[in-house]
């Protein structure tokens, strides 16, 4: 088949293609029964529990030093960062003691390849968090306009940004708060640690598909 009349077939079924409807009645007994008190903790030792680093800082002035230190611990000289408005921290990219690298591929094949040869050397990711989730450590990223999935997925480090008010149980609660998540938004991932695969042997390598680092800033203000 030829590569024009197959992406056509698939642009014909993404046309066509529905979403099932967001039920009417609400989740009831599908969100179990977890306690609310010490998400925030039990959210940083999960985040540890699964390989990745937590950090807990009391101020926005904090986060930004933290992650200074962090572009620096890392020689990082360039970072792929999501859109100042999709950051929890105001002016966050223009004080960086880096240069972020456009997010905004050109539409031609020739200005893609150019650009996106600019990734190999890419060292940190910067994305903010919609939510953290207690159970299991993870984290939710929406991506649209302005929040790249790059930024989380080819980078050897990836630092999110997440409020601590929105640290919650488990990912039936965060659905069952935002029903309308997985329909407003062009991407919903979760992540859970640090790329991780395995051999036949079963020998666990990190950072083979994904980031090898995962660090959380949680900011408590």
């Not at 959210?43 to 986060?63: I, K, N």
């Not at 960086?96 to 200005?111: F, K, Q, R």
């Not at 990836?158 to 708060?177: K, V």
């Amino acid at each position: 088949m030829k590569r024009e009349d197959f992406l056509e077939r698939v642009r014909a079924a993404i046309e066509v293609s529905e979403l099932p409807p967001i039920p009417e009645e609400p989740p009831g007994g599908l969100v179990p029964d977890l306690p609310g008190a010490g998400v925030t903790q039990r959210f940083m030792d999960q985040v540890e529990a699964v390989d990745g680093h937590a950090h807990l800082v009391g101020s926005d002035d904090e986060a930004v030093d933290l992650i200074g230190a962090l572009l620096r611990r890392y020689e990082a000289t360039g970072c792929l960062a999501w859109a100042p408005e999709h950051l929890p921290i105001a002016g966050l990219v223009e004080g960086l003691p880096t240069t972020p690298l456009d997010a905004v591929v050109p539409g031609d094949a020739e200005g893609r390849l150019v650009h996106q040869t600019g990734y190999m050397d890419l060292v940190v990711g910067i994305t903010g968090a919609s939510a953290g989730l207690a159970e299991s450590g993870s984290i939710v990223l929406e991506a649209g306009p302005g929040r790249p999935r790059m930024a989380s997925l080819i980078p050897l480090v990836h630092i999110a940004l997440l409020r601590e008010r929105d640290i919650t149980q488990s990912l039936s609660y965060w659905i069952a708060d935002h029903p309308r998540a997985a329909v407003d938004t062009s991407n919903l991932f979760i992540i859970t640690g640090p790329s991780r695969t395995a051999d036949i042997e079963q020998t666990l390598n990190l950072g083979v598909h994904g980031p090898k680092h995962l660090h959380v800033v949680v900011i408590a203000a």
